[in-house]
């Protein structure tokens, strides 16, 4: 499993710019701008990062060349999952930071005080994208994944100020119960993982 | 003891299938397994390694279960193939550096030696190397973490006369240990004249022989002759057959039934695998 992450970090050791970039550019555009910007910075750079750590797994056939080393299919998708988590975990995180320091360093960004809700929320969001996104990934080719990356970029952009709006009222009016709030996150969970079982089970039967 | 058994393996494609092949690949010996073009000769290896997903039938490599125990055939096996799956945009010192924690018996030093052989540079990166320059680093890779078996698929495709003779060397080297195992597929029938022990014949997705190359050689026959000594019915015994205004040439699946038919009056000759294979293929009456 650690070959795999490291693999993971050797194959986009020259890209890992781009992460950064899209922390920078998604700050510099939503931070001034819009009011749930730290939900906005922190998902949109850690799906970012995620669908870059797997599409270098397929720009050159190279799952292929993966399958041909000491490894089973499964393990390359727990690999991914796990890579995932992490990206996740640390986009939000990072999204939080960047959040701290402009309130800090901007005061008249009139940014609110950030709970750590905010993290778990966004992480949250994040697992349910990933839930459908590495099905379809490791189900379809490489011209199926471009496909996928560009709908689920574009339902980023379409769904993010509805999405905001929804995670607005429900902080303002305190319209959802104690009981929901334990029972999203469950649910959150389930979903990522049975699609992490739906994916090893497709990913098992794929012909490369 | 056989490296590979495979048993009954069958894969379908909307035009295309491979049907019910069933072979033993033998421990210590160099198996070359070839046909034309598109007969199922790289999917049957991509069977073997998992990469494809077989409808029925099974695969044992090293006496394991394919892919019930993949993880430890694959410690054990070396792969080169002519397709080149690395990640394009790395070095091949970081491609080295991502492959090696994979296997527990790699050995640095004789990746490097291999390098050097093969004047590869490890600053060079995958996506500048020509595709003879890319089995050289396959071939360096697969032969450097102690392999049992050695699985090629068109290796020698891409590669000059003068490297391809080095790497038959290079091949025979590998063979000096006797448990050793080389499965080759190619469609270039001289360099498995050099150095095969077995010839193993795909053709239109079935095996057509699995057979020692001395036995190939022993039971197979080129028939030249005038066209005036062929019938209907000696047309038929022919497994491929070539017919000009002069004369024909054709290839018999029985050397001793040839002398029976045509005695000295016609030229009988040793095939080579390509005649083989040409024949096989064509089948029937080819007019020239």
């Known amino acids: ?208 | 003891m056989n490296a590979i058994e495979i048993r009954n393996l069958t894969k379908a494609y909307p035009l295309f299938k491979v049907e019910d092949v069933s072979l033993d690949v033998k421990q210590g010996f160099i198996t070359g397994l070839i046909g034309p073009n598109g007969v199922g000769k790289s999917t049957l290896i991509k069977m073997m390694l998992g990469i494809v997903r077989p409808d029925a039938g099974s695969v044992k490599i090293l006496g394991c279960e394919m892919p019930k125990h993949e993880v430890d055939i694959k410690q054990r096996v070396g792969i080169v193939s002519d397709d080149c799956f690395y990640y394009e945009h790395l070095t091949i010192r970081d491609t080295m550096k991502m492959i090696s924690p994979f296997y527990k018996n790699w050995d640095n030093k004789r990746f490097h030696r291999y390098l050097d052989q093969f004047e590869l540079s490890p600053k060079k990166k995958v996506q500048d190397l020509s595709k003879g320059m890319k089995i050289k680093l396959s071939l360096a890779l697969g032969l450097s973490h102690e392999a049992e078996l050695l699985i090629m698929d068109e290796p020698t495709s891409g590669l000059d006369p003068i490297f391809r003779r080095e790497m038959l060397d290079l091949l025979t080297d590998v063979m000096q240990d006797e448990r050793n195992t080389i499965i080759f597929s190619t469609h270039i029938t001289t360099d498995l004249d050099r150095i095969a022990d077995y010839i193993t014949f795909i053709n239109r997705g079935k095996l057509v022989f699995h057979e020692a190359k001395e036995e190939v050689f022993e039971k197979y026959v080129i028939v030249k002759g005038d066209r005036q000594l062929l019938d209907q019915d000696i047309r038929s015994k022919f497994i491929g057959i070539r017919e000009t205004p002069v004369g024909f040439e054709g290839l018999l699946g029985d050397k001793e039934e040839a002398e029976q038919l045509f005695g000295r009056y016609a030229v009988l000759e040793q095939p080579s695998l390509e005649d083989i294979m040409y024949f096989t293929a064509k089948g029937g009456a080819v007019h020239a």
């Open chain 1, 1 to 208: 499993m650690l070959n795999l992450l490291r693999k993971d970090f050797i194959a986009l050791k020259s890209s890992l710019w781009t992460i950064i970039l899209y922390l920078a550019v998604f700050s510099f555009t939503f931070i001034p701008n819009a009011e749930m910007s730290i939900y906005f910075v922190g998902i949109y750079t850690a799906f970012g990062a995620i669908i870059l750590t797997t599409m270098i797994d397929i720009k050159n056939h190279n799952h292929q060349f993966l399958i041909t080393l000491p490894i089973n299919r499964k393990q390359i998708v727990q690999a991914k999952y796990i890579t995932a988590i992490l990206y996740t975990i640390l986009a939000v995180v990072a999204s939080y930071g960047i959040h701290w320091l402009a309130k800090l360093a901007f005061p008249q960004l009139d940014k609110p005080d950030y709970s750590l809700w905010v993290i778990l929320i966004s992480i949250g969001i994040v697992l349910v994208l990933i839930a459908v996104y590495m099905p379809l990934f490791y189900t379809l080719s490489k011209k199926g994944a471009g496909i996928i990356n560009a709908i689920f970029l574009i339902a980023l952009i379409v769904l993010a100020q509805p999405a905001a709006k929804l995670i607005q009222i429900i902080n303002e009016q305190d319209v959802v119960s104690t009981q929901t709030w334990l029972l999203v996150p469950a649910g959150v969970l389930l979903l990522f993982i049975a699609s992490y079982f739906l994916t090893i089970s497709l990913f098992t039967r794929k012909d490369l």
